[in-house]
């Protein structure tokens, strides 16, 4: 169970999440269920979450035009978990990075 959790994401609508709706996305292991994010993210931040939304996200083909000519390749695939907090509590996810 240590290391279901891979990292918080942080980006513009993840944050707007945090701060309006208590809601925080991780990235986590593609076989972790629902039940193991739940008891991942409590025992790690020591905080009681609500609800637990999975969703996996797909690889994507990237291409990139450089210098040395146009660069294909792909994004890996991965799963998302967004993880709905109980009222009055929070995540400081800034305080590890």
Known sequence: MENILIRPIITEKASA????????????????????????????????????????????????YTKAGMIEGSKSAYKKAIVDVREGEMIDIYSNI
Not at 30 to 54: L, M, P, S
């Open 17 to 64: 999440d945090a701060e309006e709706q208590n809601r925080y996305s991780f990235v986590v292991r593609r076989d972790a269920n629902k039940v193991e994010i739940k008891k991942a993210v409590e025992a790690f931040y020591g905080v009681n979450v609500e609800a637990v939304r999975t969703q996996v996200v797909p690889a994507r083909r990237m291409s990139r």
